[in-house]
T-cell receptor
Framework: NAGVMQNPRHLVRRRGQEARLRCSPM?????VYWYRQLPEEGLKFMVY????????ESGMPKERFSAEFPKEGPSILRIQQVVRGDSAAYFC????????????FGEGSRLTVL | GQQLNQSPQSMFIQEGEDVSMNCTSS?????WLWYKQDPGEGPVLLIA?????ELTSNGRLTAQFGITRKDSFLNISASIPSDVGIYFC????????????FGTGTLLAVQP
């Protein structure tokens, strides 16, 4: 029973490039969440999605960041024109619709911006 | 963004000792959860609490949902070296959004 799958695990980008992070939720999970973690800090909520819908994007920066969870395929977190401050670990979590309180996290994608 | 106050920030203990950490919030939560994160890994769910006053155990771990719904604690009994890691509390408001608000974390080091 595969857990939440994230890729890539590590991504290096130069300033100004685009970063795309992918997340496949656990089987049977229809809710996806993205969190960002800076070194030695806690996890900060970014966005909560269900299939084809953004439910809560209150933690997402207004510019350069976008997220989607299409009907088919993984959820994508997209960061355009990356800056050094975007360097962080980005974690995806998923939950079932009837157990929405229990989030299961992936291993994370670590973005380094040079 | 909002974060929960978690204490202590770090703990250095001997193997076999019991550990206690807690989390407080200015807001009321419907759900409290406790996660453990190892270096380079994602957080792993340890315990979920759904009712005020609820006391739940998972092996050597025990957690309680405070009756005011603004706090929670986690106890680890008879610590072992593999308990090393960062422990995070998380609160969930429920309703339209299921997002979790995370605590600042407690770093636990266990000396054999």
């Amino acid at each position: 029973n595969a857990g939440v799958m994230q890729n890539p695990r590590h991504l290096v980008r130069r300033r100004g490039q685009e970063a795309r992070l992918r997340c496949s939720p656990m089987k049977g999970h229809s809710h996806v969440y993205w969190y960002r973690q800076l070194p030695e800090e806690g996890l900060k909520f970014m966005v909560y999605l269900q299939k084809e819908n953004i439910i809560d994007e209150s933690g997402m920066p207004k510019e350069r960041f976008s997220a989607e969870f299409p009907k088919e395929g993984p959820s994508i977190l997209r960061i355009q024109q990356v800056v050094r401050g975007d360097s962080a670990a980005y974690f995806c979590a998923s939950s079932r619709a009837d157990h929405a309180g229990e989030l299961f996290f992936g291993e994370g994608s670590r973005l380094t911006v040079l | 963004g909002q974060q929960l106050n978690q204490s202590p920030q770090s703990m250095f203990i001997q193997e076999g000792e019991d550990v206690s950490m807690n989390c407080t919030s200015s807001s009321i939560f419907n759900t409290w959860l406790w996660y453990k994160q190892d270096p380079g890994e994602g957080p792993v769910l340890l315990i979920a609490l759904y009712k005020a006053g609820e006391l739940t155990s998972n092996g050597r771990l025990t957690a309680q949902f405070g009756i005011t719904r603004k706090d929670s604690f986690l106890n680890i009994s008879a610590s072992i070296p593999s308990d090393v890691g960062i422990y995070f509390c998380a609160g969930q408001y429920g309703g339209a959004t299921n997002k979790l608000i995370f605590g600042t974390g407690t770093l636990l080091a266990v000396q054999p």
